[in-house]
């Protein structure tokens, strides 16, 4: 019997899951540790043994396709010219990629700022700046910045075309650079898709940098991309649908990681309410935001920083009142592979979850604010208007696995202490309930309708 074997290097474990190539069936999954520390393909190892003692024997895999978080993810700085417009399209462009942004830089650099780059363990640069024709000045001086301090890592420039002769003046024997259309060709118009792509096949050329990873791409069948892409790539599909059948329509998928919890919304997020003015840069349908403080064990002290006692009190739990809650955070941290067992452990990694879901939801929304008009009092929106949202869907280990999904994604809804924020109010919600949004999202780069009819099987109503 044939079958495609997806495999997900996440944060904390590596999961398997295969998939029938004739029925629209999953044949099995499996997951363990991912011994980064180590060599990558241990946990492999361990969960492949662990998969085939789960399938048929005469199994043949004809297709294997990975992707991976592992070593903290895909770790990009962007540069840009200005906050608000170009330096915000390359995040957006290196996000969308399925990326973490770690920082972000605007105007013309100084050395100290370079310094920090080098000093940084970011696996790529994403330079732009400038709409087409525009200025110039800045992006040729980071340029110089980037060649003189002594950059090592890969370096996409997605800025002003007029620059990209001297830009190749100034890397070309110096650089890994890779240069690709402007992620801003003219005002607020975001191009972001050319960047995205060549961040991707960098990434599947680079990705050897984790422990063990030079041997992955040995035995895959030639797709290796983020997690979060493959995810992305997923909500899309379910969303959106194929030319042959449709999708669900507008959703919202929260992912919470050990390390980070992401969020994916596939809406344009127009104003629900009439009076409303739209400002700042137009919104991507397809919109993918990471909180890096935001995580169930890597990220365990910065989601208690970030929580603080308002956050704690809105969603902590009676039986947890004697609970020393910081220590159970810091226990987290430093335990990234625990897994709790006893109903206080998992009563607190839920109160966890709905802090990541609840925050991660609030930085994702937009928000809107009254402004004074000539025509009497209106409404100023910025970002995605989600309130009327009709689905949202839950992923990652914590939620899967959890008995009480539903009031886990119910903490990423509208909340009175919030009035500003634009979150969901009154959504379905949706479970990954065997754990394969990466997988399909995989699947969906080599079989789009197939990857849909799965999805739909596969993503639940909890």
Do not use: W
């Not at 904390?12 to 180590?38: F, P, Q, R």
Request: aromatic share 6%.
């Amino acid at each position: 019997m044939e079958a495609f074997l997806f495999i997900d290097f996440g944060s904390t474990y590596t999961k398997l899951t295969a998939v029938s190539a004739e029925e629209d069936v999953i044949l099995a999954t499996a997951k363990s540790y991912t011994t980064v520390e180590t060599d990558v393909m241990d946990g492999y190892r361990k969960a492949y043994e662990d998969l085939v003692t789960r399938l048929d024997n005469g199994i043949e895999f004809t297709k294997k396709l990975a992707c991976s978080s592992a070593a903290g993810g895909l770790k990009i700085v962007a540069i840009g010219l200005v906050p608000e417009l170009t330096m915000e399209a390359a995040k957006r462009a290196a996000l969308g990629a399925g990326a973490r942004v770690t920082d972000v830089f605007s105007f013309k650099m100084n050395k100290s700022e370079v310094k920090k780059i080098r000093e940084s363990r970011a696996d790529m640069i994403l330079l732009a700046g400038g709409t087409n024709g525009g200025n110039t000045d800045v992006i040729l001086h980071n340029a110089r910045m980037l060649r003189d301090g002594d950059i090592k890592v890969p370096i996409v420039v997605a800025g002003n075309k007029s620059c990209n002769d001297e830009i190749i003046d100034i890397f070309e024997g110096h650089m890994n650079y890779h240069i690709t259309e402007n992620v801003m060709p003219s005002l607020n118009n975001i191009n972001v898709e050319p960047a995205r792509e060549t961040i991707r096949k960098i990434f599947m050329e680079n990705i050897v940098k984790a422990r063990g990873m030079s041997h992955v791409k040995e035995f895959i069948s030639g797709i290796l991309m983020p997690t979060p892409a493959a995810v992305l790539k997923a909500a899309e599909v379910l969303s959106e649908g194929t030319r042959d059948e449709d999708g669900i329509g507008d959703l919202a998928v929260i992912d919470i990681g050990g390390a980070t919890t992401d969020v994916h919304t596939i809406c344009e997020g127009a104003p629900s309410k009439p009076s409303v003015i739209l400002r700042g840069l137009e919104e991507p349908v397809a919109k993918r935001t990471v909180e890096g403080d935001l995580g169930m064990r890597y990220s365990a002290l910065s989601l208690y920083e970030a929580a603080g006692k308002r956050y704690l009190r809105r969603h902590q739990l009676k039986n947890l009142s004697d609970i020393d809650v910081g220590k159970e955070f810091d226990y987290r941290s430093r335990h990234t592979d625990f897994v709790p067992t006893k109903e206080e452990d998992i009563a607190f990694d839920e109160v966890m979850a709905k802090i990541c879901v609840d925050i991660s939801m609030k930085r994702h929304a937009g928000t809107v604010t009254q402004v004074y008009s000539p025509l009497g009092m209106m409404y100023s929106q910025e970002g995605k208007d989600l309130m009327e949202l009709p689905y949202l869907v839950g992923t990652g280990g914590v939620i899967v696995n959890s008995k009480n999904p539903k009031d886990i994604l119910k903490a990423g809804l509208f909340h009175e202490e919030d009035l500003e924020s634009l979150k969901p109010r009154h959504p379905k919600y949706l479970l990954d309930e065997k754990y394969v949004l990466s997988a399909l999202g995989l699947l969906a780069m080599v079989d789009e309708e197939k990857a849909l009819r799965m999805l739909k099987k596969y993503i639940v109503e909890c």
